[in-house]
């Protein structure tokens, strides 16, 4: 140490005496310049000496509270993506009932439409070219390793049975329109017989709205449904217009329109045809129906009228005889009277009158029916006695 610092160093610490007395004596203590060093040094090694215990207790507990973060955090994380796993679980799970109840939907529809199960490509099953393409990817391009196969399998048969029932709607669209050509052929406009459908359908329950999850939108079920519920009413209206002649008698002694009255000479609207035949001849039902009127009406003598639904009537007049009952059901070609020349009548003959909502229309063109319109009639026919057996005879 060089001698400035010595001489300081004895200038701070120089050396100093305690004098005190006790018991009558004076007594002193000295105290020199290097045990006030030594007790100065001692003094500052045990201060750092606690300083550094302090900042390493310190620094542990900092430590020790980043560690209990991390694993709150850990914890909170492994939390989370059990949430997810439960969450993904219910999801699956979900999306399995929603097919479920997509196939059921399916299912229902095709048997109460076609009375079955259309044979075709099975609306579920494995997946096929369009559901997974190549290079292993699903079809929203995502690798199928980054997929559960739980997902990517319920993602295949959804999209089948999306692909299923807007084939299947195509199909009953197509149907559609036919049914409603057959039914412009008889001189009727399908929009009235949708409408009265629409007025007179009967249909309710508690709104429970379809559960869809993480599935996508239904509205391929919903245009399935819309399709089939519109050719429902196409063809029931359809098979109610009368094909059927009402008499076997092929000749015709007065038409349909004005003429001249038989009995005035004056000129006279004819609502209906007149068929020339044999007293007590069998008067035919020209299709199916209920009857619902049996009796006499002015002018018309001995009447039956027969309601077809859809605001469609037919009208036999001038019977010599009855042979069914007011509420009766009918098929078409069913014997329901006699001919005969009751009423305003100038011989035996038949009076047929074809009514819509009230008002008379030309009965030939529903006598005078194409083959394919008969067809088309027909297969309507097939499918109502295929779905509900037990009114097959009804739908003649």
């Known amino acids: 140490m060089s001698a400035p610092w010595k001489e300081r160093l004895k200038k701070i610490f120089a050396e100093k005496e305690i004098f005190f007395r006790s018991h009558g004596q004076v007594r002193f203590l000295r105290i020199s310049t290097p045990i006030q060093v030594s007790a100065v040094l001692l003094g500052a090694a045990l201060f750092l000496g606690w300083l550094i215990v302090t900042l390493t207790m310190a620094w542990n507990q900092v430590s020790v509270a980043g ?30 009932a929603d097919l479920d109840r997509r196939q059921d939907l ?7 439409q076609f009375g079955g199960t259309i044979e075709e490509t ?43 029932a807007r084939h299947l709607a195509s199909l009953v669209n197509q149907r559609s329109a036919r049914v409603e050509a057959a039914i412009r052929s008889f001189g009727l406009k399908p929009e009235q017989i949708l409408a009265r459908v629409d007025r007179k359908t009967a249909q309710g329950g508690p709104f429970t709205p379809w559960a869809k999850g993480d599935a996508p939108d239904d509205d ?31 000749m015709l002694t007065s038409s349909y329109g004005y003429r001249r009255d038989p009995f005035n000479g004056h000129a006279a609207f004819h609502a209906g045809l007149d068929f020339r035949g044999n007293y007590g001849q069998p008067i035919l039902a020209a299709a199916a129906g209920r009857v ?49 020349s009751t009423g305003r009548s100038t011989g035996t003959h038949l009076h047929f009158e074809v009514r819509f909502n009230g008002n008379p229309i030309n009965p030939r063109r529903f006598l005078e029916v194409k083959d394919d319109v008969l067809k088309v009639q027909q297969i309507a026919k097939q499918r109502f006695a295929r779905v509900t057996p037990q009114t097959s005879d009804e739908n003649g």
């Open 220 to 250: 391929a079920l919903s245009d399935l449904a819309g399709a089939l519920a519109r050719l429902n009413a196409l063809e029931h209206g359809l098979v109610s217009i009368p094909s059927g002649r009402p008499t076997a008698s092929p």
């Open 122 to 164: 099975p609306v579920v099953g494995a997946p096929d070219a369009k559901t997974l393409k190549n290079d292993g990817e699903s079809p929203d391009g995502e690798k199928i390793s980054m997929v559960s196969p739980g997902t990517t399998a319920l993602r295949s048969v959804e999209e089948r049975q999306t692909r299923f």
């Open 292 to 340: 619902s009127f049996v009796g006499q009406r002015q002018g018309y003598g001995k009447v039956i009228e027969i309601e077809h639904g859809h605001g469609i009537m037919t009208r036999y007049a001038h019977l010599s005889g009855f042979g069914v009952r007011p509420g009766q059901q009918v098929p078409r070609g069913t014997a329901i009277g006699r001919m005969g």
């Open 67 to 96: 560690d209990r973060a991390a694993m709150d955090a850990r914890a909170q994380s492994v939390a989370a993506e059990a949430r997810k796993v439960d969450a993904y679980k219910r999801s699956i799970g979900d999306i399995a």
């Open 106 to 112: 399916l299912d229902d529809m095709i048997r109460s």
